[in-house]
């Protein structure tokens, strides 16, 4: 199984990578690569045997990207209280699976910061976010050894949201 989670984590770094290199404002195309992404890394924590926080905490996480790419696709901004319900719903949904200790913790932090990153309204603004996603989530991936996904996901994924960072948003004189 471990094997499978290290090609789950791949496929799901492929999609992350796309979302991290996409120009400009076009979230629609951003949010749907960064479903797509969660569903592959949560599928990889799972069938690795560690990480369940991880796991429910990036399922969530599609659930929610995939309602705020529909907002996208109709033009509408996300309302404050349905953020509200993804900030209460992470907090929540890890404390009961995991409950309350320094693993539970760092993924409702990252989880948080991905609130942030999926509610953006730019390729920039997202990969800032996303930056400082990956990193909880590296120490995250380190503290539940979660290994095929931090070497296999999280880590790529912070070196190419570097890289987008590098391409499209660095100040041009």
């Known amino acids: 199984m471990e094997v499978l989670s290290y090609i789950l984590s791949i496929a799901g770094l492929i999609c992350i990578i796309a979302a991290s290199l996409v120009k400009g404002k076009n979230m629609k195309t951003i949010l749907f690569l960064v479903f797509m992404a ?3 890394v949560a599928t990889g924590y799972l069938v690795g045997g560690s990480g369940i926080n991880g796991a429910i905490s990036c399922y ?3 659930a929610q990207t995939i309602i705020n790419y529909f907002f996208e696709c109709k033009g509408k901004p996300i309302p404050k ?3 509200a319900i993804y900030c209460i719903a992470f907090v929540v949904v890890n404390i009961v699976i995991g409950g309350i200790n320094l693993l539970c913790l760092l993924a409702i932090i990252a989880s948080l910061t991905f609130v942030m990153c999926i509610g953006q309204k730019s390729g920039a603004k997202y990969r800032f976010w996303t930056i400082v996603n990956m990193l909880l989530w590296c120490s995250y ?3 539940s050894k979660s290994f095929g996904t931090l ?3 999280h880590i790529p994924q912070l070196a190419f949201t570097v890289v987008g960072m590098v391409i499209h948003d660095r100040k041009k004189k």
């Open 60 to 62: 969530i996480g599609s």
């Open 141 to 143: 991936d380190v503290a």
């Open 38 to 40: 969660n569903v592959l």
């Open 81 to 83: 209280w349905l953020v």
């Open 151 to 153: 070497i296999g996901t």
